[in-house]
């Protein structure tokens, strides 16, 4: 089981928090596949799969790397992989990333 887990920051308008689960919801439906929200509350969500989600899921993830509005709202971004050692903070792990 792979999960991209996010949570959004306590202060952000009820209306950016609808917004940003649209652009969640949109970027883990993409040319791979398609992962269904797990929605924890309102500023909690999780998208879950399998291996064969594997590669929707790190589509996912990259591209809501690529939303300013995504990035500056979110408060803890997380990968949990099927590999302990590969669980990781996406904040930190994608801020490292040179493009």
């Known amino acids: ?7 959004i920051r306590e202060d952000v308008p009820e209306g950016i928090v609808s917004e940003l689960r649209r652009l969640c919801i949109d970027a883990h439906n993409n040319r791979a ?23 929707c899921l790190q589509l996912g993830y990259l591209a809501l790397d690529r939303s300013t509005l995504f990035r500056r709202n979110v408060k803890s971004w997380t990968w949990e992989d099927e590999e302990p050692d590969e669980n990781c903070n996406l904040l930190e792990v994608l801020s490292r990333v040179v493009v």
């Open 1 to 7: 089981m792979y999960r991209d887990i996010i949570k």
């Open 33 to 55: 596949g398609q992962v269904d929200l797990q929605e924890i509350s309102k500023r909690h969500f999780v998208f879950e799969g399998e291996e064969e989600m594997y590669g």
